[in-house]
């Protein structure tokens, strides 16, 4: 094993990462809804025994040798699990709207539905890249698949298992905004490079980054990136990068929470190869009687039945707050990975009470979900319910404000006792 060499981050380092960071451009499309930052763990045998020794390396290099990184193609087959500690999400995520219901009147085979199944459970993907314009997602059932195909603008989905197909088109003018956002998402990220830049964009004063020995992972050798919070008080307790030595790409992501246990998030390939893919696996052409839908007349339906829906803001950390300090009606308190967002709810009530699934009342299984998690707590802001994962927790008071970040029980009352 090479030499353990560590250094902290400075505002240097962090403007580093963040400057000259590139676009992950083989990110598979994917435009799914989160819950907080709902993420991902891998069984321990993707990294191979025996530990490579590599040429001595500081976290400084190893980060700008990340930023640097610009592979445009891939293949390979990635393992992704999550672990928030929470019920399965995939029944549950219409159920907090008035309206929702998943996916009725839409679109069976839409990414906004399908890759949610990724918030939990262990899951096969395989993923293939060929520069900035075509990318391809699979993920892989026991009797069925769901694709995902990217291919100069236009996106493809197709679930085997129901028939149905997604489609989205962009003209010329919509074309550059398009691949920008297929390409990195505000939904859950699809690979450990896209998992690894959010947290080393978080980097700061309030972080620790060292190199922490090698591994081999899907048979290449890598260096391993130890980001840590130096705050208590965070419910993230340290992600760990295999970077690969010879390219700098991210191959396998684990974040592990403070409390213990198997980590909540981990991701990383089993297999991967940087040549060119095969041209065929950009290529897609609905099968006979398949059912397509159309992106635009799913959106109008939508929007016809009370809103087009939007992914849930995510709050894993120092990047998640930065990206809600400028919306209006939500004030962020502290600072680095214990910092909280306070939200004013409409209407300043809190939980609605248990009932019929109605305008009024919440669906009856969504409250049992809250019920299952959520503490009773009382401070100087009054009383209140702590919704708890092991990542993210949230505090609603009993006037409507809400409390939330990748932050302890304890941490959120306080926050809330010292807010303004």
């Known amino acids: ?45 993707l990294a191979d025994s025996g530990d490579p020794e590599l040429p001595k390396i500081s976290a400084q290099e190893l980060i700008e040798k990340i930023a640097s990184s610009d592979e445009q193609r891939l293949s390979g087959t990635l393992k992704i699990s999550t672990d928030l500690g929470i019920p399965s999400l995939g029944g549950l995520a219409g ?25 939990s459970g262990t899951h096969t993907l395989r993923v293939a890249a ?3 314009d075509k990318q391809r997602l699979s993920i892989l059932g026991e009797a069925a698949e769901y694709s995902l195909i ?47 830049e959010q947290a080393l964009a978080a980097a700061g004063d ?61 991701a990383g390939f089993t297999k991967v190869d940087f ?19 159309e992106a635009d007349d799913l959106k109008a339906g939508a929007e016809k039945r009370g809103g087009a829906g939007s992914a849930p803001e995510r709050f894993a950390g120092p990047e998640g707050m930065k990206a809600l300090e400028d919306v209006e009606g939500v004030n962020v308190i502290g600072e680095g990975w214990t910092s909280v967002a306070r939200i004013k709810t409409p209407g300043g009530s809190g939980l ?6 109605d305008a009024k009342g ?9 019920d299952a998690l959520g503490d009773k707590v009382t401070g100087k802001f009054g009383s209140g319910t702590v919704f708890k994962t092991r990542l993210v927790n949230a505090l609603l008071t009993d006037d409507g404000t809400v409390y939330v970040g990748a932050v302890t029980k304890d941490a959120l009352v306080q926050a809330a006792n010292g807010a303004e």
């Not at 040549?275 to 839908?293: E, I, M, N, Q, W």
């Open 1 to 45: 094993m090479a030499p353990n060499d560590s250094a902290e981050t400075t505002g240097k380092a962090t403007g580093t990462v963040v400057g000259r960071r590139k676009a992950a451009r083989y990110i598979v499309p994917v435009a799914v809804a989160g819950v907080a930052a709902a993420t991902i763990g891998l069984v321990p045998a």
């Open 95 to 119: 159920s907090f709207a008035p309206g929702g219901g998943g996916t009725d009147g839409g679109s069976g085979a839409a990414p906004e539905d399908k890759l949610m199944e990724l918030t």
């Open 130 to 132: 060929d520069g900035p």
């Open 150 to 196: 990217h291919n100069k603008g236009e996106v493809w989905a197709y679930d085997s298992k129901s028939g149905e197909v997604y489609h989205a088109a962009a003209d010329a003018g919509q074309q550059k905004q398009r691949e920008q956002r297929d390409r990195a998402p505000e939904g859950v990220p699809a690979t450990p490079k896209a998992l690894a």
């Open 206 to 266: 309030t972080t620790s980054v060292t190199v922490d020995g090698t591994s081999r992972v899907a048979g290449r050798d890598a260096y391993q990136l130890l980001i840590k919070p130096k705050q208590s008080g965070s419910t993230v307790g340290s992600i760990r990068v295999a970077v690969d030595a010879a390219n700098g790409v991210p191959l396998k992501f684990t974040l592990s929470a403070s409390g213990g246990g198997k980590a909540v998030v981990d």
């Open 275 to 293: 040549g060119r893919p095969d041209a065929s696996l950009f290529s897609f052409t609905p099968p006979k009687g398949a059912k397509v839908t």
């Open 352 to 357: 609605p009470t248990g009932g019929p699934a």
């Open 362 to 370: 919440m669906p009856a299984e969504a409250q049992g979900f809250l």
